[in-house]
């Protein structure tokens, strides 16, 4: 699915989320985006801007994902794995992960009703509901 957010450029992108768009974080910004919804680690993207010629440390990579968190580019996936995701669909969604395997998968829209929620605390509210289901092969 491509969206106006899909079509524009990065630096226009990081513009509209409020962020100066700096050399390093357009160049992460266009591998992030350049190939539509995805879900990677610091790590994978780091590998994928050295590939690019893209002179950055891990720790830009980084920061610059926890700015594009923060800006509403991006959201964190809590999957109880050693390593932290990200998720450049920021639309509320659940998720396929494969066990012993850095697998992500959108679990198809409208496939999940979620009921029966308890009510949250006084003066909070639920902001979203995340349900990860956990795949192995088959055996």
């Known amino acids: ?5 899909d079509m524009i450029d990065p630096a226009a992108r990081l513009r509209d989320a409020g962020l100066r768009p700096t ?3 357009v160049a992460l ?3 992030l985006f350049a190939k539509g919804d995805r879900h990677l680690t610091a790590e994978e993207l780091h590998e994928e801007a050295v590939f690019a010629g893209v002179g950055c440390s891990l720790a830009t990579v980084y920061n610059t994902l926890h700015q594009f968190t923060d800006a509403g ?3 964190v996936l809590s999957l109880e794995t050693a ?3 990200f998720d450049t669909n920021i639309s509320d969604h659940h998720h396929f992960v494969v066990d012993g395997s850095t697998e992500v998968f959108d679990v198809p829209d409208g496939s999940i009703t ?3 929620l308890p009510v949250p605390p006084e003066g909070m509210e639920i902001s979203h509901v995340d349900v990860v289901i956990r795949l192995r092969p088959k055996r």
């Open 23 to 25: 050399r390093q974080r």
């Open 83 to 85: 390593k932290t995701y």
């Open 73 to 75: 580019l991006l959201r």
């Open 114 to 116: 979620v009921g029966n």
């Open 29 to 31: 910004a266009d591998l």
């Open 1 to 5: 699915m491509n969206t106006y957010q």
